[in-house]
Nanobody
Framework: QVQLVETGGGLVQAGGSLRLSCAAS????????MGWYRQAPGKQRELVAVVGSGGGGTNYADSVKGRFTISSDNAKNTVYLQMNSLKPEDTAVYYC???????????WGQGTQVTVSS
């Protein structure tokens, strides 16, 4: 099993910044994709950004391109999400996700609340 622990959420004013971290532990697949999803009240969970292991590529939602940056530290099994120029519409619970490239398994963190005030 894989455990994911997120930290770094909070309350910030519009235009501010936050950095989320997600540390993975357990039986981590050697080749995987890690990333962030978010879910706002009354809305479906949506992809924010993902990154492949071993220096793999990244993918971002159009709504966050140019404002958010995903990065990873493979030695620490940790993925980060630097969020700049935050907007009220970024308010959501942010979930860390890890899925192996091969197989149907997927793992989720417990979620961390990000609230952006106007």
């Amino acid at each position: 099993q894989v455990q994911l622990v997120e930290t770094g959420g909070g309350l910030v004013q519009a235009g501010g910044s936050l950095r989320l971290s997600c540390a993975a532990s357990g039986r981590i697949p050697s080749i995987n994709v890690m990333g962030w999803y978010r879910q706002a009240p009354g809305k479906q969970r949506e992809l924010v950004a993902v990154v492949g292991s071993g220096g793999g590529g990244t993918n971002y939602a159009d709504s966050v391109k140019g404002r958010f940056t995903i990065s990873s530290d493979n030695a620490k099994n940790t993925v980060y999400l630097q969020m700049n120029s935050l907007k009220p519409e970024d308010t959501a619970v942010y979930y860390c996700n890890l899925r192996p490239v091969v197989g149907a398994s997927t793992y989720w963190g417990q979620g961390t609340q990000v609230t952006v005030s106007s």
